[in-house]
Nanobody, 122 residues
């Protein structure tokens, strides 16, 4: 399995921007499907965004505000988050699965990072 380490979380105000990073190691990264999920306090973990090769897909709640991207040379996937809202407060997790697929179901992802906290104050 690939090892994933997230970074970039923090405390910001509503309307601010934040960029999360997820560094992958352990195998060739370029053909993996990478995704971001999040879990708010008291809620189940939910899908945020996925990237497979250059194709992307987003949850409706973040569409137009968040952008997922990847740098295969750096084995890193990013989540640029703009116009943050208090309801975006959550622990954000990076996930990986082999092969090309715009999967949104967390059970399809075999590798997970430890998560990074994002807190948006109003």
């Amino acid at each position: 399995q690939v090892q994933l380490v997230e970074s970039g979380g923090g405390l910001v105000q509503a309307g601010d921007s934040l960029r999360l990073s997820c560094a992958a190691s352990g195998r060739t990264f370029s053909s993996d499907t990478m995704a971001w999920f999040r879990q708010a306090p008291g809620k189940e973990r939910e899908f945020v965004a996925v990237i497979s090769w250059s194709a992307t897909y987003y949850a409706d709640s973040v569409k137009g505000r968040f952008t997922i991207s990847r740098d295969n040379a750096k084995n890193t996937v990013y989540l640029q988050m703009n116009s943050l809202k208090p309801e975006d407060t959550a622990v954000y997790y990076c996930a990986a699965r082999r092969g090309a697929s715009l999967a949104t179901i967390q059970n399809l992802f075999a590798s997970w990072g430890q998560g990074t906290q994002v807190t948006v104050s109003s």
